[in-house]
């Protein structure tokens, strides 16, 4: 089937990049990010809100890339940008570890 026979409603995949946190770096990311009160307040209720929205992007056909925070790389990176230690910034990261590594699935 060529592109121009292909039916509106089939849905072509995308890849979403999702900040992901590992447990032992939460309490310590969480001293580091300027909007931590914005966080839940411990790790499992991050993970399981996280969790929920993964599934829900994969149901809906797309692909999933956890992009870790690490407390020894980001602030760094975010200085090197000079932007806050935000969620805006992990976004960023995100996206850019995504556009990176999009090739190589």
Known sequence: MSEENTPDHVHQPTIQAMVW???????????LFTDA???PATYNDWLQRAEQMKDQVQA???I??????????????C????????????SQLAIEVAQSQSFSI
Do not use: C, N, Q, S
């Open 37 to 39: 009160d914005r966080l």
């Open 21 to 31: 946190y590992r447990e032992e770096h939460w309490e310590t990311l969480k001293t």
């Open 79 to 90: 200085e090197r940008k000079g932007i806050p230690m935000d969620a805006e910034a992990r």
């Open 60 to 62: 809906a056909g797309d």
């Open 64 to 77: 999933v890339i956890k992009v870790f925070i690490d407390p020894e790389t980001f602030p760094a990176w």
